[in-house]
């Protein structure tokens, strides 16, 4: 967490490892993610990303097993 707080708010989303745990939540306006441990589980982001600005307007995060 205490990396994610200090990030810019242009980095939308974190795909984060090494806990082997699996999780989506919002830290300081970031998507963190990750998908468990030993290949059981991938996570799927999907952007939605506004052309006219090159900017993401919206981040959905889904862990799949």
Not at 32 to 55: E, F, K, P, Q
Request: charged residues 15%; positive net charge.
């Amino acid at each position: 967490m205490p990396i994610v707080n200090r990030l810019t708010p242009d980095i939308k989303v974190v795909i984060s490892g090494h806990t082997h745990h699996f999780y989506n939540c919002t830290i300081a306006g970031h998507t963190v993610t990750s998908a468990s441990s030993s290949g059981r589980m991938l996570t799927r982001v999907n952007l939605t990303i506004d052309r006219a600005t090159d900017t993401i307007r919206a981040v959905v995060a889904t862990n799949e097993s």
